[in-house]
């Protein structure tokens, strides 16, 4: 006959030897088990890592900072980056398979809209501006259709939520039609570890870009991207 684990206790069970449940068993280990040792370190260590890197102040935050603040894009960023893009290619390339996640996410989207038309939320929408060299694999594999199919529906469902809402469809504006931004020469492969000036890699785009994209979503300017659904006025 084996021997117990000297750590072994029957009051922790659900159940004791005879039948007799235990119903309070579970709350000596609830404690150890919500609230261990290891994961309380783990995320102290990455709350003193995140203080030691950051540079912007919240007051800059509010102000949008400057770019000065930025953080140049580390090594293995700027060298991941066309892993990365092949990535995204891949995911663009094969928009046609993907028309039932899309749909999917359509609902959502136009449950986002009516809630927020609802509580009278003031919405800016946007399509990314992904990097021409992206786009491109979208026109190789014949899904443009699909793709202008999309925005189609976005228009579609913006429209639709403000007409039930008896109010303005919120505006939209496309980012992702070729510009000086998007079409940034890649400094791959000549210049593996040269940081690009508008991107950080293939799905975040860096300050300046950011800035640039508040600018013109509320009319500062009007010189990147084109208007799908005009701000009312």
Known sequence: ?????????????????????????????????L????????????????RAHTEVPWQDILRRGSD????????????????????????????????????????????FLDLAHQHKVSVHLYIHPYHASAL????ETNNTPYFAAWKTA????????ATDAHRPPFPLRDFSDPSPITTEPLPWPDRPTTPMTYYFESSHFRKKTGDRILDNLFGRT?????????PAH
């Not at 290891?38 to 890592?49: I, P, V, Y």
């Open 154 to 161: 976005l228009i579609d469902a913006n429209r639709a939520a």
């Open 68 to 111: 000065h603040n930025e953080l140049r894009p580390p090594e293995y960023y700027v060298r991941a980056y066309p892993h990365a893009l092949q990535q995204v290619r891949r995911n663009l390339g094969s928009l046609r398979s993907q028309q039932p996640v899309i749909a999917r996410q359509l609902v959502w989207f136009r449950a």
């Open 1 to 33: 006959q084996k021997k117990a684990s000297p750590v072994f206790d029957e009051t922790r069970l659900a159940v004791t030897a005879e039948g007799v449940a235990q119903p309070l068993g579970r709350f000596r280990d609830l404690g150890p088990t």
């Open 222 to 230: 009007d010189e990147f991207g084109v208007w799908l659904e005009k």
């Open 136 to 139: 491109e694999r979208i026109d």
């Open 35 to 50: 609230l261990s040792i290891d994961a309380t370190h783990a995320s102290l260590r990455t709350l003193k890592r995140s």
